[in-house]
């Protein structure tokens, strides 16, 4: 069962557009919501992050909004450049007693042309 | 600072054969974890390990085992490989705080079974 779903699962923008990344999640015992980006041939590295008591992170081009109230969660990329190409996942996370773990979207892979 | 490191990168097996794959993290997590990554699918949890002798199921454990018998390396094995585990397997090891929970991945393996 997917209990965060992301969309759109392909996003093809032109350089110096902005690019919008949706998830959404059912669980409100996520306590953490960070992005991925994975470049092909790589393993995903973490992008950014908010945690639920914050409504906007902003970190350079990258900015993450995020509305508790719909459990909704949404990742923008400013100035969209070539090298932002890659796959970008949005995860959940949750603490269980010791255990911590991540759920993870099932990704949206990003072009950007030049 | 190798961070995580994932042996082999590529491996074909038959169908019944089995394998092991390994995980080093040089970072003393206490947490680490075993996904596979299909298309469209995102990244699922297989095992995850909190801390040294310690393995949990995550999501799709079936057909899979693992070992933590010292605190840097992560085991997956495959007792009988079937074409279905037929994937890319990332191993990831972390850190929290609180409920910050920021996850280092490796490279990958690549694994076909025929």
């Known amino acids: 069962q997917q209990q965060v779903k992301q969309s759109p699962q392909s996003l093809i923008v032109q350089k110096g557009g902005i690019s919008i990344i949706n998830c959404a999640y059912e669980n409100t015992a996520f306590d953490y919501f960070p992005w991925y980006q994975q470049f092909p041939g790589k393993g995903p590295a973490l992008l950014i992050a908010?945690?639920?008591?914050?409504s906007e992170k902003k970190e350079g081009r990258f900015t993450i909004s995020f509305n508790k109230s719909a459990k909704q969660f949404s990742l923008h990329i400013m100035d969209s450049q070539p090298g932002d190409s890659a796959t970008y996942f949005c995860?959940?996370?949750?603490?269980?007693?010791?255990?911590?773990?991540?759920?993870f979207g099932s990704g949206t892979q990003l072009t950007v042309l030049p | 600072n190798a961070g995580v490191t994932q042996t082999p990168k590529f491996r074909v097996l038959k169908t019944g054969q089995s394998m092991t794959l390994l995980c080093a993290q040089d970072?003393?997590?206490?947490?680490m974890y075993w996904y596979r990554q299909d298309p469209g699918m995102g990244l699922r949890l297989i095992h995850y390990?909190?801390?040294?002798?310690?393995?949990a199921k995550g999501e799709v454990p079936d057909g899979y085992n693992v070992s933590r018998l010292k605190k840097q390396n992560f085991l997956l094995g495959l007792e009988s490989a079937a074409p279905s585990q037929t994937s890319v397997y990332f191993c990831a090891s972390s850190y929290h705080s609180g409920a910050k929970n920021i996850q280092y991945f490796g490279a990958g393996t690549r694994l076909s079974v025929l």
């Open positions: 908010i945690r639920p008591d914050v």
């Open positions: 970072m003393n997590h206490e947490y």
């Open positions: 995860a959940s996370h949750v603490s269980s007693g010791s255990a911590r773990q991540l759920t």
């Open positions: 390990s909190v801390g040294e002798g310690t393995t």
